[in-house]
């Protein structure tokens, strides 16, 4: 307990020196309100972050009695032994307090052979970890009936995902991550829209005992046809901490701004900060896991949104399932609910229906079974359900996704 308030201790120290840093973030003249420019965007977020990680030394390098490195290559070591023996819940968590990985995939079995490997790359010396992945699929998207209107969409779709990321070991408890994924969707209906987003993360992180701490930055760029484009890039600091071989704990903070450059969602742009808290805890001997994530926050209006700026909060179980050495399945939810500050009368903002403050509340519902065939490929369906409900007439909607993925890690 004393070395958890040594380290809360210097986080708080670090978080202080680093408020400068945060607002300098802000008003970069590449991210203030009314200039979107998309390079300068990514360059800019990077600079700062690359300021960022050495002024928060601190926060990098809080004192911990077992931080050494013969305790992160035992670390590594349990992992694989627990993943040879089956236990790969108690695997994951115990390699996650020394690697950060990031778009893994879906199924906690798979997430497992990833991180094996780095972590074997890890022990072997090596100076850079690197992996990929490339994702196929093919599904079916339907539109339900709201009391918006009926759905608009019953269209079959294809889909290509494709990423990587390198870990380097800048010392045996201290590395630096950088990652990119870009994933394409295509729908059978020549008169809908095609989406594509490219996703990018850098960071650096350090292993603490039981605990992993990072900081980094990260975002994304999104294309939704019709000309509708989105920018979304910030700066976060998350803290993992095991709770014994069963149960891990995850505090998190991030400032967040996304952009609408242009068109008729501009006024959606906004700044975000939000505070995320996370359980998972382990059970049926190693093979299955139950997580309990909350988060919330608030959203700053950049653009003239017409209903104001937004508290929000949300929840998300998951829980995720092991068959043997070959098979898993998992099961998650969302929600979150907004709540606009903004009072509105009749006719104001384009919804005759409206009136008073807007609120929305937003649920997501997912499932999937994998099955890995080979070392490094799997394959099986999932199904994802997303339902909107909002006091604004025009925003409920429902929508429904069944998939089948192929999935090749390297």
């Known amino acids: 307990m004393i070395a958890l308030r040594n380290m809360l201790a210097e986080v708080f120290v670090a978080l202080q020196k680093n408020v400068s840093i945060m607002k300098l973030w802000f008003e970069l003249p590449c991210l203030r309100r ?11 977020c990077a600079l700062v972050t690359a300021i960022m990680l050495p002024s928060a030394s601190p926060l990098l390098a809080a004192v911990v009695d077992d931080a050494d490195p013969e305790a992160v290559a035992t670390q590594l070591r349990r992992g694989l032994g627990l993943r040879q023996s089956g236990d790969f819940a108690r695997a994951r968590t115990t390699f996650e307090r020394v690697l950060r990985l990031e778009n893994l995939p879906p199924d906690l079995h798979e997430q497992v052979e990833v991180y094996a490997n780095a972590a074997q790359a890890w022990l072997d010396g090596r100076p850079a970890v690197a992996s990929g992945y490339a994702v196929a699929s093919i599904g079916l998207y339907r539109e339900q009936d709201t009391i918006a209107g009926p759905g608009e969409a019953n269209d079959r779709f294809g889909g290509l995902r494709v990423g990587g990321q390198l870990n380097v070991p800048a010392s045996p408890t201290l590395a630096v991550n950088a990652s990119l994924d870009y994933r394409f969707r295509r729908y059978d209906d020549r008169g809908r829209r095609d ?11 350090r292993a603490l005992g039981d605990a992993n701490l990072a900081v980094g930055t990260r975002g994304w760029i ?13 700066v976060y600091a998350d803290l993992r901490w095991a709770q014994g071989d069963d149960d891990q704990l995850k ?27 996370a359980w998972t805890h382990v059970f049926a001997d190693g093979r299955a896991s139950f997580g309990l994530a909350a988060h919330g926050g608030r959203e700053f209006a950049t653009a003239g949104n017409p209903y104001g700026d937004s ?32 009072d509105l009368i009749i006719g104001e903002a384009g919804d005759s229906g409206m009136t008073g403050r807007r609120l929305d509340d937003l649920f997501e519902v997912g499932a999937g079974v994998l099955w890995a065939f080979a070392p490094g490929w799997e394959l099986g369906p999932s199904l994802l359900y997303l339902h909107d409900k909002s006091s604004i007439v025009g925003n409920n909607y429902n929508s429904t996704e069944i998939s089948f993925t192929l999935r090749r890690d390297f």
């Open 34 to 44: 009314r200039t979107f420019d998309r390079n300068s965007h990514i360059i800019g």
């Open 195 to 205: 989406d594509s987003d490219l996703r990018w993360a850098l960071g650096g992180s």
């Open 222 to 234: 999104s294309a939704r046809g019709e000309g509708t484009k989105r920018n979304d890039a910030g």
């Open 251 to 277: 505090f998190g903070v991030e400032l967040r701004r996304r952009s609408y450059p242009e068109g008729r969602l501009r006024d959606r742009s906004r700044d975000i900060v939000q505070l995320n808290a």
């Open 311 to 342: 508290n929000f909060i949300g929840l998300s179980p998951t829980v995720d399932l092991t068959f043997g050495d070959a098979m898993s399945a998992y099961v998650f939810g969302w929600w979150q609910r907004g709540r606009y500050n903004r």
